[in-house]
């Protein structure tokens, strides 16, 4: 069974552009959850989706914005670029049984870097 | 609020010696409880995983941990560690609750082990 997949593995953009990341859930699991993960604040929840809705979401600002589509495929936007937003960003998929989520997989991640 | 604590930011011992890494968590109720390991750019691999019954639970590469409920705690333990053991391990809770905590991970600032040979 294929893993999680996050694409692209790197990505450099300069402030104020905007980027998309995208990421594919292990087959059968329809939870996928973002986070980021700095050297300064660690591991941090973006936002998670099931079945193409938000369930919940992090304290981070509106430029940071996700969906995700019928076949469970999500991917997360970040629009007008900080610095501060160069990250190692991680997807994880979990099968869900009665709306509870059962361990995370995480992807490879994708590096972004703001210059 | 939930929140994990590892207290132990790097800890380095020889090849072929024993590991205990901390972790304490704070949560209301029985919790999941997790043990991830990350190596330099890479993604979390799950080492272990806590729902409910035995607290002793076993993973892969020869790693175990133990849930204490009275302690709040999940040692991520293993007899014998390798050279190839040396990476960045987290602990994370995840809760039973809905709201707010609904299909979220709680991670602690993870544990850097280095191994001597």
């Known amino acids: 069974k294929a893993g999680v997949t996050q694409t692209p593995r790197y990505l450099i953009k300069t402030r104020g552009q905007q980027v998309t990341l995208s990421c594919s859930p292990i087959s059968g699991h329809r939870s996928v959850s973002w986070y980021q993960q700095t050297p300064g604040q660690g591991l941090q929840f973006l936002f998670e989706?099931?079945?193409?809705?938000?369930?919940n979401k992090g304290n981070f600002p509106g430029r940071f914005s996700g969906r995700q589509f019928s076949n469970s495929r999500s991917e997360m936007n970040v629009s007008t670029l900080e610095l501060g937003d160069s990250a190692l960003y991680l997807c994880?998929?979990?099968?869900?049984?009665?709306?509870?989520?059962?361990?995370?997989?995480f992807g490879q991640g994708t590096r972004l870097t703001v210059v | 609020a939930q929140s994990v604590t590892q207290p132990d930011i790097h800890i380095t011992v020889s090849e072929g010696a024993s590991l205990e890494l901390r972790c304490n968590y704070s949560y209301g109720a029985t919790p999941y409880l997790f043990w991830y390991v990350q190596s330099p750019g890479q993604g979390l691999q799950l080492l272990l995983k806590y729902f409910s019954g035995d607290t002793l639970v076993q993973g892969i590469k020869g790693f175990e941990a133990e849930f204490k409920r009275s302690q709040s705690s999940f040692n991520l333990r293993k007899p014998s560690v390798h050279w190839s053991d040396a990476a960045e391990y987290f602990c994370?809770?995840?809760?039973?609750?809905?709201?707010?905590?609904?299909?979220?991970?709680?991670f602690g600032r993870g544990t850097q082990l280095t191994v001597w040979p």
């Open positions: 994370a809770v995840g809760t039973s609750g809905r709201g707010s905590t609904l299909g979220r991970l709680y």
């Open positions: 989706y099931f079945s193409e809705t938000q369930r």
């Open positions: 994880a998929s979990s099968y869900t049984t009665g709306g509870q989520n059962t361990e995370a997989f």
